[in-house]
């Protein structure tokens, strides 16, 4: 569904659990970065009202999921730590080579962002079995997030793929998946969303 080229290793799931105050601090921060993305594409495409209209609602969402998010923190007696450096974040911008062309600038938004939802929905469907029979709230929780993102994966590929030629975008999108799968094959040791 996702179109993803590598799983996240299960064990993972176990790291997270025992250290859920930086996994959901970390998190939190993802859902503040997610609504700057969102912003920051808005200035592309400041002529089209159905890009405008759902990225400005797609930013209010993120921001809506940074304070749920919180409200979890809160009730599991946690405490909302200082933001990391996404390591992920900052590799998977290294894939694209470096350009001045604000249009493919504008279309690489879209794919790091659509891919960075896609990974995110993975990793939430490998959390919530684990989570189930000790943290049901918190697992029910994932699921409807996991819905969200999903949603949100797709937006941002649709329009990638509406704003430049098809095929081309199809093409980076599976050349940055397959990178994308190297990456994660030596990830999974963190209590973090994506590292
Ligand atoms: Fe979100
Ligand atoms: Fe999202």
């Given amino acids: 569904m996702l179109g993803l080229k590598a799983n996240t290793s299960p064990q993972w799931a176990n790291i997270v659990l025992n250290d859920l105050e930086s996994f959901l601090t ?6 503040m970065k997610a609504a700057q993305s969102a ?11 159905d890009f405008v209209n759902t990225m400005a609602a797609l ?16 009730k599991l007696g946690l405490k909302l730590g200082p ?11 290294k894939f694209f080579p470096k350009t001045k062309d604000p249009h493919q600038k504008f279309i690489q938004k879209l794919l790091l962002s659509s891919l960075m939802e896609a990974r995110s929905c993975e990793r939430f469907s490998v959390l ?13 929780f994932y699921q409807n997030l996991f819905e969200s993102e999903a949603r949100h994966y797709r937006i ?9 030629e098809k095929e081309k975008v199809n093409a980076q999108w599976n050349d940055l998946l397959t990178y994308e799968a190297e990456l994660v ?11």
Wanted: overall charge negative.
């Fill in 185 to 195: 094959h030596n990830l999974g040791q963190k209590a973090l969303v994506h590292g």
């Fill in 39 to 49: 912003m920051a594409v808005i200035n592309h495409k400041p002529d089209d009202k």
């Fill in 59 to 74: 930013a209010i969402e993120e921001m809506q999921h940074f304070e749920m998010v919180y409200e979890q923190i809160q």
């Fill in 83 to 93: 933001e990391n450096q996404n390591f992920y974040a900052m590799q998977l911008r």
């Fill in 156 to 164: 941002f590929l649709e329009y990638a793929r509406k704003f430049d």
């Fill in 128 to 140: 919530i079995p684990v989570l189930k029979p000790i943290k049901p709230d918190l697992a029910a």
């Fill in 26 to 31: 970390d998190h939190a921060y993802n859902e």
